[in-house]
């Protein structure tokens, strides 16, 4: 007798493992689910979503730190939103980097303001301010002349930087064009000096009263530093007194 109920408590027992673990793990083989769309969400919100459409968030990092992009804010996710995956998948969120790089700042002197735009956007910087400055050879057109953080200078990602471009403008036939020096903080007797030497002239002068600042110091000029102007032009000046009227 015994020997018969071996046979069938272990045929019971192939009918239960088949029902309870071999039946529900082939059902489940052709289960799929939509993958949500998490991007732009902050992770731990992204996480409670996956979570509920049987999935599993798993953390990772841009290679590259985005100056406008929270810590936390999901950029990209792989599988990518709406594919079909199976329930329990891992996705993989791509988070900011969470430290600011530093960089050294390259010499950008006499590069075309494109390929500068390039070189800066590469290092995580932003071009805040463009200002031009009139050149008299074809060579310095477009080409960077000066910079607002000098080269060398180690910045963190993000940092905007300043440039000064050239721009070509052709002498009118017979006539010589000069640029206006920068005469600002020096005496009244070294801007005359300066403005002589570089083939102009001086202009009216004019007095302002400061206590404060240094007598006899030019504190403005017209017209401005850098403007290419005939040679001979007037330079007019504003200079420090310390005598009221």
Not at 204 to 217: G, M
Request: charged share 20%.
């Amino acid at each position: 007798m015994k020997k018969v109920w071996f046979p069938l408590l272990a045929l019971l027992l192939v009918i239960v493992a088949l029902d309870k673990i071999v039946l529900p793990l082939y059902i489940g083989s052709g289960r799929e689910t939509s993958v949500p769309d998490v991007r732009n969400m902050p992770y731990d919100a992204a996480s409670r979503v996956l979570k509920s459409a049987g999935l599993s968030a798993i953390k990772s990092y841009n290679v590259r730190y985005l100056p406008n992009v929270g810590a936390d804010v999901v950029i990209d996710q792989d599988p990518a939103a709406d594919s079909k995956v199976k329930p329990g998948r891992n996705v993989y969120l791509v988070l900011n980097r969470k430290d600011k790089p530093s960089y050294v700042i390259p010499d950008l002197s006499g590069r075309p303001e494109e390929e500068v735009r390039q070189v800066l956007d590469r290092l995580g910087m932003t071009v805040e301010n463009v200002q031009q400055r009139t050149v008299s050879t074809p060579e310095e057109d477009g080409k960077v002349l000066s910079q607002s953080v000098p080269p060398n200078v180690q910045v963190r990602t993000g940092t905007a930087i300043s440039l000064v471009v050239g721009k070509f403008e052709a002498e009118p036939e017979g006539m010589k064009r000069v640029v206006v020096p920068g005469v600002l903080g020096m005496s009244l007797d070294q801007a005359k000096s300066l403005i002589v030497q570089n083939g102009l002239t001086v202009g009216k002068i004019n007095f302002e009263y400061s206590a404060i600042l240094v007598p006899n110091t030019v504190i403005s000029q017209k017209p401005a530093v850098n403007t290419f102007v005939p040679a001979g032009q007037e330079i007019e000046m504003t200079v420090v007194t310390n005598e009221q009227k």
